[in-house]
């Protein structure tokens, strides 16, 4: 968008009407109070984190101590985030290019069209804490079972890192075809045309030229659904099983880590405020500006690739 | 080499896939009802009505010690007070985030000089990404100590003990940390729709004398009023659902605070639907009360889909002059 003329003159406020002047003083005061606030955040999630933060929390496993010296660090929920970040973009980012993709290039029937995209408005507007007990019910169903812990007596536990996983990843999916979407309809009919005039299918000008012009948008929706990953809480607390350590299911390495349970970096926090059990307020600052941390640099890293748009010239 | 796809074949897997989406929210609707539907069933509508005998609280408890048999299962449920804590603290938010967000949005676009303006975006931005869970420590380590220890005097509190006990978890602390969650998704959307007002309506008004305030008040802010309900929906939508943040903040007591307590009315405690939920996850395997968890989850449900629907009528005039949102 093209900002002002740099040589507009800017006329004078002083001429204008005492209740104009004060709109314009309003405008100023919720503009300054708002840098305020997150100057405010940023600056007190610092200075007590730096307090608290000590490198060795890092890789320490935590412990269940009512002592905060004994109490451990967070690696677990550090491995949790960084696992359930994985599983969900792997998730949500096949899903939502493939959803994006049709839409603007296919889009038949058109009814069908029109009903998935307010369907991914519907996503976009479910509050996490009901995908949370959505996904509860779904994967309590016997053939879920693979995804998670069965007890005996063949209840299915439905806590795992797969299935709160893949609830995430409905999380980051209105993010990701969003981006998509726009992305794709930013390219010129005349680079389709130019394919297709050379004989390629349309399979082939998606895959060749669409989304390779579109790759710096999807990289931004990713990384922005991977923020929203990262910083959800109820979905962690409910879906995860909210156990400090990681806890493996039994089955082959990887497999069997993934259908176990653990904690993130949200759970940890939560549950050692004074809201959750730990009430261990010192680990809880520690584990929230690195939580902060990674949610900037997420920021940072999209409002970065946001910025590199292919530009075509016609 | 593999050979490649057929365009037939292309359009069927990712038609398959957006069906997938669509299977989904199908599922959820199905899922989460029929888990809910006993409870509603059993109380009809007096489900919305008040408490009949204790508190909502008490009722939940004793949902959750029902006996094991099936046909004993206790379902009484009057979760008024839950829903008012809802409406309470998603209206105070909303009312105050409107009129933050409108300004702010007039600010960045119109009256902010280049370098405020160029901080600005990101702070929105900054703001909009923090974690609930974050608002919701510092919400639980900062406000509510500072509300409970100089804003509640001893008097306020003796006052209301034989109903509820005023710690600082309050209605006050909820909504404004709920405005700051809310107003950037608004002000994202506002600021692109005062930006997307067509250039000659605003010089012309410039043109025919009126001032840059005026111009804004009048002519981009009236343009550009589907867009501001839309997100004033989208925002009212993520209050609604907010769960951590108002579990940690609002007090987790099934109480509705009364308006006609005066000052002390901002400062009782609440506990809206979302709250609810994430404060009795764990007794979720109880069935009738693993029901009544549902039934609380498909009133949000139903209500954002509403909101959805809303947003979506908003923005429809939009297309009309071209300045899709």
């Given at each position: 968008m093209?900002t002002?003329?740099?040589?507009?003159?800017?006329?004078?406020?002083?001429?204008?009407?005492l209740?104009?002047?004060?709109?314009?003083?309003?405008?100023?005061?919720?503009?300054?109070?708002?840098?305020?606030?997150?100057?405010?955040?940023?600056?007190?999630?610092a200075?007590?984190?730096?307090?608290?933060?000590?490198?060795?929390?890092?890789?320490?496993r935590?412990?269940?101590?009512?002592?905060?010296?004994?109490?451990?660090?967070?690696?677990?929920?550090?491995?949790?985030?960084v696992a359930?970040?994985?599983?969900?973009?792997?998730?949500?980012?096949?899903?939502?290019?493939?959803?994006?993709?049709?839409?603007?290039e296919?889009?038949?029937?058109?009814?069908?069209?029109?009903?998935?995209?307010?369907?991914?408005?519907?996503?976009?507007?479910?509050?996490?804490?009901?995908l949370?007990?959505?996904?509860?019910?779904?994967?309590?169903?016997?053939?879920?079972a693979?995804?998670?812990?069965?007890?005996?007596g063949?209840?299915v536990f439905?806590?795992?890192?797969?299935?709160?996983?893949?609830?995430?990843?409905?999380?980051?999916?209105?993010?990701?075809?969003?981006?998509?979407?726009?992305?794709?309809?930013?390219?010129?009919?005349?680079?389709r045309?130019?394919?297709?005039?050379?004989g390629?299918?349309?399979?082939?000008?998606?895959?060749?030229?669409?989304?390779?012009?579109?790759?710096?948008?999807?990289?931004?929706g990713?990384?922005?659904?991977?923020?929203r990953?990262?910083?959800d809480t109820?979905?962690?607390?409910?879906?995860?099983?909210?156990t400090l350590q990681?806890?493996?299911v039994?089955?082959?390495?990887?497999?069997?880590?993934?259908?176990?349970?653990?904690?993130?970096l949200?759970?940890?926090v939560?549950?050692?405020?004074?809201?959750?059990?730990g009430?261990?307020?010192?680990?809880a600052?520690?584990?929230?500006f690195?939580?902060?941390l990674?949610?900037?640099?997420?920021?940072?890293?999209?409002?970065?690739l946001?910025?590199r748009?292919?530009?075509?010239?016609? | 080499?593999?050979?490649?796809?057929?365009?037939?074949?292309?359009?069927?897997?990712?038609?398959?896939?957006?069906?997938?989406?669509?299977?989904?929210i199908l599922?959820?609707?199905?899922?989460?009802f029929?888990?809910?539907?006993?409870?509603?069933?059993?109380?009809?509508?007096?489900?919305?009505?008040?408490?009949?005998?204790?508190?909502?609280?008490d009722?939940?408890?004793?949902?959750?010690?029902?006996?094991?048999?099936p046909?004993?299962?206790?379902?009484?449920?009057?979760?008024?007070?839950?829903?008012?804590?809802?409406?309470l603290?998603?209206?105070?938010a909303?009312?105050?985030?409107?009129?933050?967000s409108?300004?702010?949005?007039?600010?960045?676009?119109?009256?902010?000089?280049p370098p405020?303006?160029?901080?600005?975006?990101?702070?929105?931005?900054?703001l909009?990404?923090?974690?609930?869970?974050?608002?919701?420590?510092?919400?639980?380590?900062v406000?509510?100590?500072?509300?409970?220890?100089?804003?509640?005097?001893?008097?306020?509190?003796?006052?209301?003990?034989?109903?509820?006990?005023?710690?600082g978890?309050?209605?006050?602390?909820?909504?404004l940390?709920?405005?700051?969650?809310i107003?950037?998704?608004?002000?994202?959307?506002?600021?692109?729709?005062?930006?997307?007002?067509?250039?000659?309506?605003?010089?012309?008004?410039?043109?025919?004398?009126?001032?840059?305030?005026?111009?804004m008040?009048?002519?981009?802010?009236?343009?550009s009023?589907?867009?501001?309900?839309?997100?004033?929906?989208?925002?009212?939508?993520?209050?609604?659902?907010?769960?951590?943040?108002?579990?940690?903040?609002?007090?987790?007591?099934?109480?509705?605070?009364?308006?006609?307590?005066g000052?002390?009315?901002?400062?009782?405690?609440?506990?809206?639907?979302?709250?609810?939920?994430?404060?009795?996850?764990?007794?979720?395997?109880?069935?009738?009360?693993?029901?009544?968890?549902?039934?609380?989850?498909?009133v949000?449900?139903v209500?954002?889909?509403?909101?959805?629907?809303?947003?979506?009528?908003a923005?429809?005039p939009?297309k009309?002059?071209?300045?899709?949102?």
């Open positions: 093209a002002a003329a740099p040589t507009r003159r800017v006329e004078s406020s002083s001429s204008w009407r209740t104009d002047r004060i709109g314009l003083g309003l405008c100023w005061a919720a503009g300054l109070l708002l840098c305020l606030i997150a100057a405010g955040i940023v600056g007190y999630m200075y007590r984190g730096l307090q608290y933060l000590r490198p060795h929390l890092l890789w320490e935590p412990l269940s101590d009512s002592d905060q010296s004994k109490s451990g660090g967070f690696f677990d929920p550090l491995v949790g985030t359930l970040t994985v599983i969900g973009t792997a998730i949500a980012l096949p899903v939502g290019v493939s959803t994006a993709v049709w839409l603007v296919f889009g038949r029937p058109s009814w069908l069209a029109r009903l998935v995209e307010s369907g991914v408005e519907v996503i976009a507007g479910t509050p996490d804490i009901v949370a007990i959505f996904g509860l019910v779904l994967f309590q169903q016997q053939i879920f693979l995804l998670s812990f069965q007890a005996e063949n209840a439905g806590r795992s890192f797969l299935t709160a996983g893949t609830m995430l990843g409905l999380v980051a999916l209105p993010f990701i075809v969003g981006s998509t979407r726009e992305a794709l309809q930013t390219i010129p009919r005349h680079v045309e130019a394919s297709l005039a050379l390629k299918t349309r399979a082939a000008t998606i895959r060749r030229v669409l989304l390779p012009a579109a790759r710096p948008g999807i990289a931004t990713t990384v922005l659904g991977m923020g990953i990262v910083g109820a979905i962690v607390v409910i879906l995860l099983g909210a990681l806890q493996r039994g089955g082959p390495p990887l497999i069997g880590d993934v259908r176990g349970t653990g904690s993130t949200t759970s940890y939560y549950n050692n405020s004074p809201a959750g059990e009430n261990a307020s010192e680990k600052y520690a584990a929230a690195v939580l902060l990674v949610v900037i640099g997420l920021n940072l890293v999209a409002g970065r946001g910025r748009k292919v530009s075509w010239t016609s | 080499m593999r050979k490649p796809w057929s365009d037939d074949r292309a359009e069927r897997v990712l038609g398959a896939v957006a069906c997938l989406v669509l299977a989904t599922g959820m609707v199905v899922f989460v029929a888990k809910a539907w006993p409870s509603f069933s059993h109380n009809g509508l007096s489900w919305f009505g008040p408490a009949h005998d204790g508190t909502v609280d009722q939940l408890t004793a949902i959750f010690n029902s006996p094991a048999q046909d004993r299962y206790q379902y009484e449920l009057g979760a008024f007070s839950l829903l008012w804590g809802t409406i603290t998603t209206a105070g909303v009312v105050l985030g409107v009129a933050i409108v300004l702010s949005a007039i600010f960045i676009v119109e009256f902010a000089p405020v303006r160029r901080v600005m975006t990101p702070v929105i931005r900054l909009a990404a923090v974690p609930s869970v974050i608002y919701g420590l510092i919400g639980i380590l406000m509510v100590p500072f509300v409970g220890n100089h804003v509640v005097s001893q008097e306020r509190k003796q006052s209301v003990l034989y109903v509820v006990q005023l710690t978890t309050s209605v006050l602390v909820a909504v940390i709920l405005t700051v969650m107003v950037p998704i608004m002000v994202s959307i506002m600021a692109d729709a005062l930006r997307g007002v067509p250039r000659s309506w605003t010089e012309g008004a410039a043109a025919l004398g009126v001032n840059r305030w005026r111009v008040w009048t002519i981009s802010v009236r343009a009023r589907p867009a501001f309900i839309a997100a004033i929906v989208l925002a009212t939508a993520r209050a609604l659902g907010e769960a951590i943040m108002l579990s940690m903040v609002s007090g987790s007591q099934g109480f509705s605070p009364n308006p006609l307590d000052v002390t009315f901002f400062l009782e405690p609440t506990r809206p639907l979302a709250a609810t939920i994430v404060d009795n996850a764990e007794g979720l395997s109880v069935k009738p009360f693993g029901q009544t968890i549902y039934a609380f989850a498909a949000l449900l209500s954002t889909f509403f909101l959805s629907l809303a947003g979506w009528a923005k429809q939009l009309r002059y071209g300045m899709g949102v």
